[in-house]
């Protein structure tokens, strides 16, 4: 007994057979949805194939045709795919036809679009399925990594045994600030990463058509969905990527820009060669999400004599220079240095160091460019600290195997009248405000506000005792003044409280020291 076939769905599926069907007329989808001649005729056509709708259901959804979520505007874009699938079924009952060309691997295909993708399904350029694991079965980490990172951490413990770098910049190595992507990080995989052979790329598809292809992009640079052409993607950031696949897939699926997403889920290993002053030098198989400054960090960093200012990314015949200082100020500059497969990194010897002491937020030894000058270095130190001494800076230089101090103002230097020029070597001093305060004055006993107050606004005793406010307790009378004379021995002055029976107002010294008496240490008592 056939089923009865009331649902929207299913009238919408029947539509969708008959406009495949050699009996589909030319009126219009909406009457082909709601014509019981139209019922008819599509569970004739199903009839006459040998199918029934569930399988015809079945196989639409594998394809990415989810009748559920088609509009009836819709129906004509969809006419020759479903012609596929009818034909396709049918050849399968009829034994006469194979399988269709392979599919791209579909992965929960009911799954909304936002569900993140956590298995490991790899397939290889074709779409046919090489491999399945679960997100428990899922390795951590490669033994090639596993060993990179073993490396790093060797490196990082012995820079702290040592103290760390000498030279800023250093410690960004092995104070684990730059770790190691690994090639299962692909998720973090930023829009300028640029891919290559052996990246599993997913792209998922909601909407109108819902799908997963996961595919390994193949030696020839390309992966290959079913119904369209292969994608070329090697040499393409990621974010290049997305715009290829949407154009391509467009012409076998039907969504909007915003309902593709495209991914990385597995990056690909590649080697990287580090020479130089790196405290590891040799191999290193890492992940290509890796930037040439986590690559190094694998290698634990230049060592005390290393550069990090002039370090070199060589790949094949062009030479790039990595600047540890500009990244450090932008890191975005990462970016700038992807990695690919025997890309070379060498570390120089460290050849311009200069070192700079006492008002500087980081008093350090910094390697620096030629081009730079005092300022600049000035800058790299975090700035001068709230109490630098502005009227000069010292530099402690060697000169024809003689040892000078040459002195410039601070303020010119800072305001760029004045360009220093620095040299290998030198030691830049600059001084802190040693002289202590003199201009105050002090008040202390009977007042609600005792303590140290400015003498240029408060030169006399009446304005001091005003801001100071004696409480209930304060002696009206007279008070004390503790003065300390030029030969630094102390005189108390006996004097009226200003203003008590017309006494005067008191002028006061620097340094000056206002006892303000109580009354209880006066107090008249009977014998």
Known sequence: MKPAFHTKATVLLFSLCLMGSPLAGPFTQQAKAQSSAVMQMARGELDKRGLTESEVRTRLLEKGIDVDNIAPADYPAYQGRVTAVLNELEAEKKGKGSQAAAQ?????????????????TLTNNTSTQVGVTTPADLPETTPEEAAAEASQRVAQAAAANRGGGRIYGHSLFTDKTLDIFRTTDGAQAPDTYVLGEGDEVHITIFGASQTDIQQRIAPDGSIQPAGVSRIFLKGLTLAQARKVIQNQLSSAYLFRPDQLAVTIVTARTILINVFGEAAVTGGFNISALNSAFN??????????IGSVRKIQHIRGTT????????????????????????????????????????AVKRPMTYEMLDKETLADLI???????????????????????EEKLLEWNLTDVLNGREKVALVNGDVV????????????????GSVYYPGRFDFGANPTLKTLIERAQPNERAKPDFLLVERTRPDATIEVITVPFPGYN?????????????????????????S
């Not at 001093?429 to 202390?444: C, E, G, L, Q, Y």
């Not at 017309?502 to 009977?526: C, E, G, M, T, W």
């Open 429 to 444: 001093r600059v001084r802190s405000i040693n002289k202590p305060m003199d201009t105050f004055v002090d008040i202390d």
């Open 295 to 304: 690559a190094l960090s694998a290698a634990g960093g230049p060592t005390a």
């Open 379 to 401: 800058r790299y130190a975090g700035g001068l600290t709230q109490d630098v001494y502005p009227d000069f800076i010292q530099i402690q230089r060697y000169v024809n195997g």
């Open 104 to 120: 791209p691997v579909v992965i929960n295909v009911a799954a909304p679009a936002t569900t993140p993708v956590t298995g490991s």
């Open 502 to 526: 017309n006494a005067p107002d008191f002028a006061l010294q620097a340094k000056d020291r206002v006892h303000i008496l109580d009354l209880a240490s006066y107090r008249d008592v009977a």
């Open 319 to 358: 030479k790039r220079t990595m600047d540890l200082y500009a990244f450090m100020s932008d890191p975005t500059v990462q970016y700038n240095f992807d990695l690919q497969n025997n890309d070379i990194l060498h570390v120089p010897v460290a050849d311009k160091l200069v070192s700079i002491q006492g």
